[in-house]
T-cell receptor, first 114, second 117 residues
């Protein structure tokens, strides 16, 4: 069965420092991996995805993620955090690499302090 | 970019009433729409998958008679919470994918905060 794990409930970072939000997955076959961000009382916004190709994927708002097949990870990163990056981040994997259901991690709350 | 509009954003109503939530894809056609429920401080739980012109596929444990889903066109899906009770209070989010989307991301509405008194 497919699954996604986000091992950290919360990540605290000082503004200007690099940030990493961790995600590991378990899926049969090739994974389609996604990162979404959720601001309070809002729906999810798409940040980036990995389908195939380069392991380093660049997305919105300066975020990037690195696909590591051997470690089955897809960590979200940003070189320099902003206070406005504070939000809830969800990692997700698509079943079977098709237009199917997304399976979400439990989410990681990112708090960036000035 | 792809925009999904969800309406209303917030509903407060008495126990026993039915509430309809609309999910529209504004600038693309969506063969598939998904309905999620999010509990406080928890991840999203998929409730059902809605395919245009056919019956929705409900996840295990979701009452299909309680949560009625209609996907009558390629741009509109509705979720009706029938005879709502306080335990139905939650944040409901819809998402949609393009026609022939394959590896396209889902695009999410802004969610509906449902509060049943």
């Amino acid at each position: 069965a497919q699954s996604v794990a986000q091992p950290e409930d919360q990540v605290n970072v000082a503004e200007g420092n690099p940030l990493t939000v961790k995600c590991t997955y378990s899926v049969s076959g090739n994974p389609y991996l996604f990162w979404y961000v959720q601001y309070p009382n809002r729906g999810l916004q798409f940040l980036l995805k990995y389908i195939t190709g380069d392991n380093l994927v660049k997305g919105s708002y300066g975020f990037e993620a690195e696909f590591n097949k051997s470690q089955t990870s897809f960590h979200l990163k940003k070189p320099s955090a902003l206070v406005s990056d504070s939000a809830l981040y969800f990692c997700a994997v698509r079943e079977g690499g098709s237009q199917g259901n997304l399976i979400f991690g439990k989410g990681t709350k990112l708090s960036v302090k000035p | 970019g792809a925009v999904v509009s969800q309406h209303p954003s917030r509903v407060i109503c008495k126990s026993g009433t039915s509430v309809k939530i609309e999910c529209r894809s504004l600038d693309f056609q969506a063969t598939t729409m998904f309905w999620y429920r999010q509990f406080p401080k928890q991840s999203l739980m998929l409730m059902a998958t809605s395919n245009e012109g056919s019956k929705a596929t409900y996840e295990q444990g979701v009452e299909k008679d309680k949560f009625l889903i209609n996907h009558a066109s390629l741009t509109l899906s509705t979720l009706t919470v029938t005879s709502a009770h306080p335990e139905d209070s939650s944040f409901y989010i819809c998402s949609a994918t393009f026609v022939g989307g394959g590896n396209q991301p889902q695009h999410f509405g802004d969610g509906t905060r449902l509060s049943i008194l």
